[in-house]
């Protein structure tokens, strides 16, 4: 919410498995548009005019009245889903310009690893969606669970880890790292966020050519916007866990 207040001209897309989570996140949603909706302007004091004096009046308005600017958080939705099973059906290739893993499910137990939403397979779809160039960031408070994510990620041909410095340079850290239900609970108890993000970068085949491939654009002023993927989508962000 935070993000998209932020960067009202970007689509994102939140995915959470469970109904309830769900529910609670548009109620959370429709709270906070109802909230910054603007409230309709005050009659004119005195008293009622004649037809004549407002037709008089009209004469005057200007004859295209800027639009309105766009309702708050109209740029948001959530959507009930498994984005470990469904991400592609719901992202065209290539029309991400971010992606977030935020406080994930640790899935402790080692025959519960299967189900964490990082593995190598996953990063194929992940990095499917993304635009080449756009970047997918990971955050936990569980460090076995940042070894898992940041080995597997280092390890994918398709994602190249974004440098200490670009990371500090990136407004969107402290977004996925702090803004977040879960990074809050966090802060309370004390504990530590450990957060690694990764640019995606170009299939060797697109690169000669064989595709054709879009980039995301590095000099949008906001680092959340990118320019659109293959399809000639616009740029959109989309988080899950
Ligand atoms: C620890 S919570 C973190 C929530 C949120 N990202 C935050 O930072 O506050 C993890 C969330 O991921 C959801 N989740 C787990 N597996 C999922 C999946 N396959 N697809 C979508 N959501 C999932 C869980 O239901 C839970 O709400």
Redesign the pocket.
Known sequence: MALAARHPATPMLG????ER?TEFCAARLAEARAKAAPTAPPPPAGPAPTSLAAGAASVGAPATPSPPPPPAYANVGYVR????KYLPNYIPRGTLTKLFF????PHFKRKKHRQR?ISGALLAEYAYVLVPGGVAYAVTDVYTLSAWMFTRFDAHPLFMRLTDAELAADPMVAFVRDH????QRVERNGGTKFVGAWRRVPDPVDSAGVDGGAEAGTGDGDGAAARGGRRGGDSKVGG??
Do not use: F, K, L
């Not at 935020?102 to 499910?105: A, K, L, V």
């Not at 977040?180 to 990074?183: H, M, N, Y």
């Open positions: 995915m959470e498995i469970r989570v889903t498994n984005a470990m935020c406080y994930p499910d939403i977040t239900d879960e990074a899950v866990s």
